[in-house]
């Protein structure tokens, strides 16, 4: 039972550049999310999904893409990359009404 | 607009004594709240939540408080131990949880020893 995975754990970018970060889950949750946690600033969310083919809009979702294909992964891109996207991306899952499991984190550097 | 503060950003704290940790909320709507820990270069960790039909919640040296009136919950760490160094966010939701939670800005225990 790995829990919730991410992948790649560090990136680095050039401004412009593309990406896509994957996030898994091995524990049948409904509810998937992807945060961004900046210094000083807490974690803010940036998409969510609610189920399998679902997603959503959180706090700052300007710049980002999601898709929900298959239950167990949340695939979070980034078309054009800007340094502004400079962050530590973590996602989480859950069950509805429930608390969320983290995954390790992705450190992403846009230069 | 900040719907949840962490007034603190840090806190120290002799080990065996203990750990208060606070937070604010604005909307009253929230009826789920928690608290998440977390080390430097990992995700956080869930620790201990209460909705707000209750005002206490303890598990083991954790035990989070609720004052609706004042949208105020503390988290009481008693005692405190060196491991208990994290950084501590505080989240709530409306809705029992059925919606994303919103995240404090955290605070950074530290226990020395």
């Known amino acids: 039972n790995a829990g919730v995975t991410q992948t790649p754990k560090f990136r680095v970018l050039k401004t412009g550049q593309s990406m896509t970060l994957l996030c898994a889950q091995d524990?049948?949750?409904?509810?998937m999310y992807w945060y961004r946690q900046d210094p000083g600033m807490g974690l803010r969310l940036i998409h969510y999904?609610?189920?399998?083919?679902?997603?959503a809009k959180g706090e700052v979702p300007d710049g980002y893409n999601v898709s929900r294909l298959k239950k167990q992964n949340f695939l979070l891109g980034l078309e054009s990359a800007a340094p502004s996207q400079t962050s530590v991306y973590f996602c989480a899952s859950s069950y509805s009404g429930g608390p969320g499991y983290f995954g390790p984190g992705t450190r992403l550097t846009v230069l | 607009d900040q719907q949840v503060k962490q007034n603190s950003p840090s806190l120290s704290v002799q080990e065996g004594r203990i750990s208060i940790l606070n937070c604010d909320y604005t909307n009253s709507m929230f009826d789920y709240f928690l608290w998440y820990k977390k080390y430097p270069a990992e995700g956080p960790t869930f620790l201990i939540s209460?909705?707000?039909?209750?005002d206490k919640n303890e598990d083991g040296r954790f035990t989070v408080f609720l004052n609706k009136s004042a949208k105020h919950l503390s988290l009481h760490i008693v005692p405190s131990q060196p491991g208990d160094s994290a950084v501590y966010f505080c989240a709530a939701s409306p809705n029992s949880g059925n919606t994303p939670l919103v995240f404090g800005k955290g605070t950074r225990l530290s226990v020395i020893a």
């Open positions: 209460i909705s707000s039909i209750k």
């Open positions: 524990m049948n949750h409904e509810y």
């Open positions: 999904s609610v189920g399998e083919g679902t997603t």
